[in-house]
């Protein structure tokens, strides 16, 4: 059972386009994390959510997490070739230290 | 480079032996964890230490693994009589103590072929 659900797994689109991520689960997170990770590399940490509603901006990229502390979303503009990667989201339960992954969306910007 | 580093990154082997992976923290985290990561998947959390302190471990760590961090800065896991199900990248990861948002930093990973 996948605590962290990512939608969608494969997002293939050409450069300057617009995309949204998504990440939902059914429980509570206390704090979110967003990742991207390379082939061969591990996960660089991109953005932190804590806040129900919180919006975090990373130039290109906007974060948010949802009210209820329960889903967050990856909204990025004028998506470039640079941005092709795996992005991750990741929780931690109130009280936990171990973070719950999602699936991971896998990213293709074409050229 | 302060930041979380592994070694090896790549560890071939054959069925039945034995591996040993080292990780060092960014030298100011108390907190260490580990992870396996599968190919299409998501990491999934192994184990955690607090200085020299194992606090946590998932059903996932079965009895051929284990994992130490003696003196609470790097931190070695080991898997004894290796099966080619343990083929996987592990991930160590570090964070603040004292961290508000709990922040994990990950290294490169160890990638394992249990041929």
């Known amino acids: 059972t996948q605590l962290l659900e990512q939608s969608p797994q494969f997002l293939s689109i050409q450069e300057g386009e617009n995309l949204t991520v998504y990440c939902n689960s059914s429980?509570?997170?206390?704090?979110l994390q967003w990742y991207r990770q390379e082939p061969g590399e591990g996960p660089v940490l991109l953005v932190t959510?804590?806040?129900?509603?919180e919006v975090k901006k990373l130039k290109r990229l906007t974060f948010q997490f949802g009210d209820a502390r329960k889903d967050s979303s990856l909204h990025i503009t004028a998506a470039q070739p640079g941005d092709t990667g795996l992005y991750l989201c990741?929780?931690?339960?109130?009280?936990?230290?171990?973070?719950?992954f999602g699936q991971g969306t896998r990213l293709t910007i074409n050229p | 480079d302060t930041g979380v580093s592994q070694d090896p990154r790549h560890k071939i082997t054959k069925r039945g032996q034995n591996v040993t992976f080292r990780c060092d923290p960014i030298?100011?985290?108390?907190?260490l964890y580990w992870y396996r990561q599968t190919l299409g998947q998501g990491p999934e959390f192994l184990t955690y230490?607090?200085?020299?302190?194992?606090?946590?471990k998932s059903r996932l760590l079965s009895d051929r693994f284990s994992a130490e961090r003696p003196k609470g800065s790097f931190s070695t896991l080991e898997i004894q009589r290796t099966e080619q199900g343990d083929s996987a990248m592990y991930l160590c990861?570090?964070?603040?103590?004292?961290?508000?948002?709990?922040?994990?930093?990950f290294g490169p990973g160890t990638r394992l072929t249990v041929l």
């Open positions: 990861a570090s964070s603040l103590g004292t961290g508000l948002h709990n922040e994990q930093f």
């Open positions: 429980s509570v997170f206390s704090s």
């Open positions: 959510v804590v806040t129900g509603g």
């Open positions: 990741a929780g931690a339960r109130q009280g936990a230290q171990k973070l719950v």
């Open positions: 030298s100011e985290h108390n907190r």
């Open positions: 230490f607090q200085n020299e302190a194992q606090l946590e």
